[in-house]
């Protein structure tokens, strides 16, 4: 008898470091056991960090695509460029997600530009909707506000207790990019 998938939606969020990398636990997971993955990344706009490195030896069983700008505080891009990427993400992943194609898609950083007005809940609502049964949606970000708390079957927020910059220690190659 084969399986059933029940696919789920699945949040991780909080002030906490730890949110894009249990993702991508679970998008880990899921190659292992032959599903199609789809990534793709709001905000973040380095292809140079070791998950990128490491998950793009997967191709085609993975894909991954950014569509940020990088962080929203430095002044490189307007906010007015950092929506239009981020739109353009909502319609690649309104696209993957309906495909039917991947049994698991990571929507990471969404949250994150949701919170800057790069997109609306309305928008993050149409594509819970729209997920087929069998598919793993994951959101990732800061601040998941109670609608899409209340959404979701699985949420998980990370919560800070000690972290390094606070030293002054600045981001780590290996650990935390």
Known sequence: MDEV??????????DGKGKTSAALGAVIRALGHG???????????????????????FAPQVEIEQFGKGFTWLKEHSMEEHKAAAQEGLVVAGRDIASGKYGLVLL???LYALGKGLVDMQQI??????KPKSMHLILTGRGAPRELI???DMVTN?????????SGIKAQKGLDF
């Not at 998938?5 to 909080?14: D, K, P, R, S």
């Not at 599903?35 to 030896?57: D, H, S, V, W, Y």
């Not at 609502?125 to 729209?130: F, Q, T």
Request: proline share 4%.
């Open 5 to 14: 998938v029940q696919g789920l939606t699945v949040i991780f969020t909080g």
């Open 35 to 57: 599903f199609n993955c789809k990534i793709i990344q709001f905000i973040k706009a380095n292809r140079a960090t070791g998950e990128i490195l490491f998950l793009e030896k």
């Open 108 to 110: 990471d950083e969404i």
């Open 125 to 130: 609502e149409s594509l819970i909707h729209a």
């Open 150 to 152: 209340d959404l979701a």
């Open 158 to 166: 990370m919560e800070p207790i000690k972290h390094p910059m606070a």
